[in-house]
Every structure is written in C-alpha cells, then in structure tokens.
C-alpha cells in the first residue's frame, strides 16, 4: 500500500468566474534545458508549479546547476559551473522533460548521458528522431549501463529533415544547432507554440534562429550564449481543459493568461457542440456552456491541428453530447486510457485501434476512477464535475505532474472538490 491523494468531486456545480492559466508545462521543461546550454544566470517568469518540473529541478541540481530561486512563478537558475552532463534517474522515476537535455548538454559539453525515458503511458515514444537527426550532426550513441551516451567532438551543421514534425526533435535539433558550427536547417519542424517560446528565448540569449517557409528553421550557429529573462507563454492545454471544464458544467467562465491563437481547435470545436465561446483581448477567452449540446467529431494533429493533449478532456464532454461522435487519435498509439474509467461512470464508448465512438448519454453517474496517466486523469476529474454524486478520482500524482493547482482553480470557479490522502494498493 502507498499513500496517495485522491480528488473528492461533488457533481452538478456549474463553473463561473475568471481564473488565470499558469505557464506551459510544455515550455518550462525545455527551457530548463536550454538553460543549461546558455552557461549563465537565466530568469523565467509565469513558471507553473508542477511536479515534472520540481523533478527536473531535482535532476539539473544533482548535475551541478544551482537553482537559484523559485518563488511566485520566478525561476532563476545559474549554469556557469562546471556540470555533470549525466541525467539521473531518481526513484526509479525517469522523467519526459528531459529528452531535451540531449541536445542541451551536447551543445555545451559535447557529451550526454540519458536514462531511458518516462512520461505518460501512452504509447510508445520512441526518440530516434532525436537520434538520426543528432547524428547528422556529427553526435555518435550507444547505449551503457542503462544510459544512453551521446558524444560530438564537434557538432557540425547540416540539413535534417524529420520524417515526423516531432516536438522533442525539433527542440532537440534547436539547442544543438544554436552552438553548432555553421548553418543547420531543419525542415518538417513541430510549429508547436512551445516550439517558438524556445526559440524566443534562445534567439534573447544570442542564438540566431528563424523560421523558414514551410514548416522548417535555419540555425546560425554562435560561439556561445547570454544569460537573460523570459516570461513563458500561458498553458494552452491547461486553457483548453478548463474551457472543457466549464462546457461541460454549462457555466460561463472567463480563463485569462492564454493566447487564443494557441487553442483555437478547442474553440472551434466547442463552438461546433453549440457552446458560445469569445475572444477577449489578447489573453482572455470567455466560455459558455450550454444544455443539450451537440456531439462532433475530432483527430488529433500537430499544431494547428486539434491537440492530443486535450483530446481526453473532449471525450468526456463528448460524453454527455447529443449524438455521436468520433474521436480519432493519431499522434499516439496508446491514448483512450481513460475511457474505461469513463464506461464505470455510465458512458457508451466503443474504441477500435485508434478511433473511439462516443454514444452521448443523458447523464453520468458518480464513481471511483482511477487516473493513469496526466491528461486522461484530467478528463476525469471533468467527467466528475458533471456527473450525479461524489466521484473519487485516485492516483492524483499523474494529474500534479502537469497542471498547477487544477482542483484549486476548478474550485475558484465554484467547483466543490476537497484533496484528501489515502492508502492505495
Ligand atoms: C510533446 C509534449 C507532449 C505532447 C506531444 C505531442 C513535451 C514535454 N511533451 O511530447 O505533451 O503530447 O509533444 O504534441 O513537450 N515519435 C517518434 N520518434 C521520435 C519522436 C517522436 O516516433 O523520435 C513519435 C511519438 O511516438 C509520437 C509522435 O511522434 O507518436 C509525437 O511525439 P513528439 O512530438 O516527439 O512528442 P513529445 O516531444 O514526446
């Protein structure tokens, strides 16, 4: 037995009020990677709160990064010592975000070591895109003793085209290219919004790096770079959930802090069940639920595409939608983890391989779900917030991992959810 948290969710609150989006998870963890290759003090604002970057903290500080200070959503870290470019894997717990760290060590000590990779249980997230295209670039592996070593007398520039627009490729690609000698281009690059907050940083601590038409960067590689500051861009999966969250209560909530052109697929397809969903601003968007919405259908795909991070959520809204829909999956292989949780809760949902057909039902009943991975945790807990009674979501570790505080920012909104501790087998 293991002492766990568990969610208390008291269904039929409808969500109202304004509530603030933290910082990108999806950008933080970069980040501190590239803050590594930048070899000097470096300060970050709008930092969430979470787990996975508490663990990187953990993990850079074992290598010899000093962590300067973290305080109301401040960060400032100092990579001017010398390093261990070795990544640890602590309890066991291998963690994601570090996949970038490749690139970031090998740009500055021309050597990486690697544990193989966590993260979320869905699918199998292979990193030879990372690999091939490093490799191009002059950087020789193997694998020892566990680890993956990575090793470049010299990174060299050259063209690396990516068979898929990887996320983790592309910024891998990125920090080693910004210290390369020479002008390395990469095409069939992830336009992932947390894509160009890294870029926005680098090119502030001196790397040269632009956008090229279609889809690709051109890297000038510099000597080295310059500590700075950079406040990250607002969470546009943590939006997109809380637009979710509020839909599918029927209440009207203002979410602040995100950048509309971020989730505009949740928009549009919140706006296609019939919610009324407006931009305000440069940074608000307010949404409206409604009774009685229609169902819709939805695959995942790169940015601009629909995000298969905030594809759980949709399904449980989809849930509850008049009709039928289908949701397809196609960035991971292993993501409906959550559907089987959902069928406890009085969904109809069918899946085969990587589509699900939703058969909205009148109404949820109240159950004891457990989350399995991060976004498919979240997916419950909106699920909780619509159905009849008390649903216990367990296994909440999966859910801090990535969202800052969700249970207190549903409550701000008028949800009535209470965070207690429990034994779990
Ligand atoms: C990042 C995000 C994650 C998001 C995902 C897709 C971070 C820390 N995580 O993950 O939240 O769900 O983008 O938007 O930013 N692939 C390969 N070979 C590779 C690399 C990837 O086959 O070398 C495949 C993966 O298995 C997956 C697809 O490409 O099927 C997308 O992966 P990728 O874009 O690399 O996602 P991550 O960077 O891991």
């Avoid at 970069?30 to 508490?54: E, G, M, S």
């Avoid at 051109?218 to 839909?247: F, K, P, W, Y």
């Avoid at 601003?281 to 695959?299: F, L, M």
Wanted: charged share 20%; glycine share 10%.
């Amino acid at each position: 037995m293991t002492k766990e948290q568990a969610l208390l969710i008291e269904g039929g609150k409808r969500l109202n009020g304004t509530v603030r989006c933290s910082g990108a998870k999806n950008s933080i963890l970069p980040l501190v990677a590239a803050a590594i290759a930048v070899r000097d003090v470096v300060t970050f604002q709008n930092v969430p709160d979470i787990a996975d970057l508490r663990s990187l903290l953990e993990l850079i500080t074992a290598m010899g990064i000093t962590v300067v200070s973290f305080k109301d959503g401040e960060l400032t870290l100092d990579s001017r010592g010398p390093i261990e470019p070795r990544v640890e894997n602590t309890n066991g717990y291998s963690l994601r975000g570090t996949q970038t760290m490749v690139g970031a060590l090998l740009a500055r000590e021309h050597r990486a070591m690697l544990p193989s990779l966590g993260g979320c249980s869905i699918g199998a997230r292979p990193i030879d895109l990372h690999i091939k295209g490093l490799r191009a670039m002059g950087t020789s592996f193997e694998w020892k003793d566990g680890y993956l070593v990575g090793q470049a007398a010299a990174l060299k520039a050259c063209d690396v085209y990516l068979d898929f627009p990887s996320v983790g490729a592309t910024e891998n690609l990125l920090l080693a290219a910004a210290l390369a000698e020479g002008t390395t281009r990469v095409f069939n690059a992830a336009q992932e919004p947390e894509v160009y907050d890294l870029i926005s940083f680098l090119n502030k601590a001196g790397a040269r790096i632009v956008p090229v038409f279609p889809f690709g960067f051109r890297i000038e590689g510099v000597g080295q770079l310059h500590g700075t500051s950079h406040r990250i861009i607002g969470d546009r999966i943590e939006a997109g959930t809380l637009m979710i969250a509020t839909a599918i209560t029927q209440g009207e909530s203002t979410i602040t802090g995100i950048d509309a052109r971020h989730i505009w697929s949740v928009i549009a397809k919140l706006r296609e069940t019939g919610a009324n969903v407006d931009v305000q601003g440069d940074d608000a968007i307010v949404v409206q639920g409604v009774e009685g919405y229609r169902s819709t259908d939805i695959r995942t795909l790169t940015f601009p595409g629909y995000p298969t991070d905030a594809q759980p959520q949709m399904i449980s809204y989809l849930t509850l939608a008049r009709g039928n829909s289908v949701v397809v999956e196609s960035i991971f292989e292993n993501r409906f983890g959550a559907i089987l949780e959902l069928e406890r809760m009085g969904a109809r949902i069918k899946v085969t391989e990587e589509t699900a057909i939703i058969e909205g039902v009148e109404s949820l009943n109240s159950a004891t779900v457990q989350a399995k991975d991060l976004r498919g945790g979240a997916a419950l807990v909106l699920a909780g917030l619509a159905a009849h009674g008390t649903t216990t979501v367990k296994s909440l570790r999966h859910i801090d991992r990535g969202y800052e505080a969700l249970d207190a920012k549903l409550c701000q909104l008028g949800a009535s959810i209470t965070r207690v501790d429990r034994e779990e087998g």
